[in-house]
């Protein structure tokens, strides 16, 4: 049975060419990459192959990058290694109010612990008042970090300002770049970025996997114990298989990326414009000149989300609310919360994230079917 698959926010489907470089790690060179035998040593040469390439399109030197489980790990580790490294020199955190939970929580977490964090609010956009974060710092103020596009509505903040700001109080900074690598170019000096995270399944690798950038200069905790992994950082017996498929991915990604961003682009145009003309009174959330070309987040006046969802899904098409559920209640999201979304709009949000594996064909097809379930 064919699907129509537009949730690739959530995660992406594994390239073909990326699952063929990481098959023979997992039964061929699948030496434990400590080992001091040739079989650990190739395993090894592997990691840091991987670890170069992540380096390379970051900017950074691989002496900066470390391979987590994913980007919940980079960002739980940023935050709070990053907090508790520096506690000695104040206790003040400044994020915004649209962050992923891994940020969000991880936030709550230390302000149990005694640290006080400022969460920055956003306009209509879901775009940060670079005025607000500058006025938000204090002596005491220790790290920022603010993502680098929404996951939900797909909205890039001003990051090369942020940088600026940060680099001119002497703080680090860190984003949260999961949605954004692999759909944007990111070079950490010319951003001002001290710390970033992503996560492979986003730019059709591997889950399980991801990575974390922190700079040389900026002091942080290790974030698991047990071993001598990730240069003392990371415990554990690596996941090489992964970290190859990450490695591979991330390169494949960015050689491809203005023909992959002209493309998803193109098709994401496409579905707004012809959605909108069927439905004039529906609501585009996000900003559309600063966003992440294949998202597309839509709300529609008094449908039943839920309902809607089921719909999409019986017709084998797969999309996203712009709402968080759990236990078969629905709330309405942290992020369409802030950007102050009408009450008849509230609950009525779609999610639309294209891929590279999506057609015009299926597209259409999206389109079709919203119009039918929607008027009937």
């Given amino acids: 049975m064919k699907f129509y698959y537009f949730d690739n ?20 060179i ?48 940023a935050l709070k290694g990053i907090a508790h490294a520096n506690r000695i020199r104040g206790n003040h955190i400044i994020t915004s109010s649209i962050e992923h939970p891994a940020i969000l929580e991880s936030a709550k977490e230390l302000e149990k612990e005694g640290f006080r964090i400022t969460y920055l609010p956003v306009n209509n956009l879901g775009v940060i008042n ?13 790290l920022i970090s603010i993502m680098f596009a929404n996951n939900e509505i797909g909205t890039i903040q001003p990051i090369k300002e942020i940088g600026r700001i940060a680099k001119k109080y002497d703080i680090p900074f860190h984003t949260d770049a999961v949605q954004a690598i692999g759909n944007l170019r990111i070079n950490v000096d010319e951003f001002g970025i001290d710390a970033l995270s992503m996560s492979a399944h986003k730019f059709y690798g591997p889950k399980g996997i ?19 992994q990730e240069r003392n950082m990371r415990a554990g017996t690596e996941n090489i298989a992964g970290i190859v498929g990450l490695g591979t991915a ?22 707004l414009t012809n959605i909108t003309r069927e439905f004039p009174d529906l609501k585009i959330n996000g900003n559309m000149e600063y966003r992440l070309p294949g998202n597309a987040n839509i709300s529609f006046r008094n449908v039943q989300g839920s309902k ?18 759990s236990a078969g209640l629905t709330k309405l999201s942290h992020v369409l919360e802030a950007i102050g979304m009408p009450e008849e709009y509230s609950h009525n949000s779609l999610r639309v994230t294209i891929g590279k594996n999506n057609t ?3 597209v259409d097809f999206l389109i079709y079917s919203l119009r039918r379930i929607l008027k009937s």
């Fill in 250 to 271: 991330i390169d494949l990604a960015y050689k491809n990326i203005d023909a992959h961003n002209k493309k998803i682009k193109y098709l994401r145009d496409y579905f």
């Fill in 360 to 362: 015009k064909e299926e």
């Fill in 130 to 142: 670079l005025e607000q974060l500058e006025n938000a710092i204090t002596s005491s103020t220790i």
């Fill in 308 to 325: 809607l969802l089921k719909a999409l899904d019986d017709a084998s098409i797969c999309v996203s609310a712009g709402s968080a559920c």
């Fill in 210 to 228: 991801g990575a974390l950038y922190v700079r040389k200069t900026v002091d942080f905790d290790r974030f698991m114990s047990g071993g001598h």
């Fill in 30 to 77: 699948y030496g434990n990459a400590s080992s001091s035998y040739k079989l650990g040593k190739n395993s090894k040469h592997a990691i840091e192959h991987s670890r170069q390439k992540v380096a390379n399109i970051l900017g950074a030197k691989p002496s900066e990058i470390y391979f987590t489980s994913g980007g919940t790990e980079s960002d739980n580790t």
């Fill in 9 to 28: 926010a959530a995660t992406t489907r594994l390239d073909n060419d990326v699952l063929k470089e990481m098959l023979p790690y997992s039964n061929v």
